[in-house]
Nanobody, 125 residues
Framework: QVQLVESGGGSVQAGVSLRLSCAAS??????WAWFRRAPGGEREGVAA????????YYSDSMKGRFTISQGNAGETMYLQINGAKPEDSAMYYCAADRFRWDGYCDTLSDHYQHWGQGTQVTVSS
């Protein structure tokens, strides 16, 4: 099993930058990713990264202001949000995929078996 704990969310003003963190423990895994869900909205993928290769993948709509990275591979993952906008307000989740080790990670939620509880980001204008 993989345990994931997100942190770093909060209430911020539009335009600021913030960094979300995800700490992992338990079994190893090949991919992990950030997703978000706004109130009343669908879950959407933000970005993914390979633990072994550090290859990064961004959903098309998330390219530009979001940066995914990891500290020690498979231990800590980050999501940098630059120039936060009110539409970024959502619960942000990290997720891990134990089965993909080829370095080609994606943001298809069905590929992820383990999920954190989420950290709330609220951006006011």
């Amino acid at each position: 099993q993989v345990q994931l704990v997100e942190s770093g969310g909060g209430s911020v003003q539009a335009g600021v930058s913030l960094r979300l963190s995800c700490a992992a423990s338990g079994s190893t895994f090949g991919c992990w990713a950030w997703f978000r869900r706004a109130p009343g909205g669908e879950r959407e993928g933000v970005a993914a990264i390979s633990t072994r290769h550090s290859n990064k993948y961004y959903s098309d709509s998330m390219k530009g202001r979001f940066t995914i990275s990891q500290g020690n591979a498979g231990e800590t993952m980050y999501l940098q949000i630059n120039g936060a906008k009110p539409e970024d307000s959502a619960m942000y989740y990290c997720a891990a995929d134990r089965f993909r080790w080829d370095g080609y990670c994606d943001t298809l939620s069905d590929h992820y078996q383990h999920w954190g509880q989420g950290t709330q980001v609220t951006v006011s204008s």
